[in-house]
T-cell receptor
């Protein structure tokens, strides 16, 4: 079975532009979460979606938004890009919504976003 | 503030055990401890998780201190394929909080 797929793999944008990143979860997985990984740091949680509803949000500005589609795929949108948005954006899928222990996450290889 | 702290880097000889430490002094009673590792140009990969008791799986063991303020990931026999950045993570408040990770170098 295919793992988590993300597209595109690399993207270059300029300040002020908008970007859309895409993620397809593992077949049968209903939850998708998004992370930002700045070079040299660990991933930071942005959103979790389950059954098309937002179930969690990290400490990111409103310029960041996401949605999940009926086939459980997801998009992350970032508006009014800043230089500081340059990072690797990771998507992870899990079988169910996160419970008390946190579900096992399966990550994609990410989208490298460069903002010039 | 970071919820977990780890050494930036560690080295190990191939086929020897590796103990990767993590401090999480602000952990609460219901927070789970997770470990993931990230190989170059890949997303993180699940290693192990636990709450209070020590945990074992085919990849590693997780030793959790009695007061739960620290834990140690144990790789029993390091191989070259274990060279990666290892993240100690707290699951709390319905979020995963990643640390800055320990870069493990395995020496042949």
């Amino acid at each position: 079975d295919a793992g988590v797929t993300q597209s595109p793999t690399h993207l270059i944008k300029t300040r002020g532009q908008q970007v859309t990143l895409r993620c397809s979860p593992i077949s049968g997985h209903k939850s998708v979460s998004w992370y930002q990984q700045v070079l040299g740091q660990g991933p930071q949680f942005i959103f979790q979606y389950y059954e098309k509803e937002e179930r969690g949000r990290g400490n990111f500005p409103d310029r960041f938004s996401a949605r999940q589609f009926p086939n459980y795929s997801s998009e992350l949108n970032v508006n009014a890009l800043l230089l500081g948005d340059s990072a690797l954006y990771l998507c992870a899928s899990s079988l169910e919504v996160w419970t008390g222990y946190g579900e096992k996450l399966f990550f994609g290889s990410g989208t490298q976003l460069s903002v010039l | 503030d970071a919820k977990t702290t780890q050494p930036n880097s560690m080295e190990s000889n191939e086929e020897e055990p590796v103990h990767l430490p993590c401090n999480h002094s602000t952990i609460s009673g219901t927070d789970y401890i997770h470990w993931y590792r990230q190989l170059p140009s890949q997303g993180p990969e699940y290693v192990i998780h636990g709450l209070t008791s020590n945990v074992n799986n085919r990849m590693a063991s997780l030793a959790i201190a009695e007061d739960r303020k620290s834990s140690t990931l144990i790789l029993h026999r390091a191989t070259l394929r274990d060279a990666a950045v290892y993240y100690c993570i707290l699951f709390t408040g319905n979020q995963f909080y990643f640390g800055t990770g320990t870069s493990l170098t395995v020496i042949p």
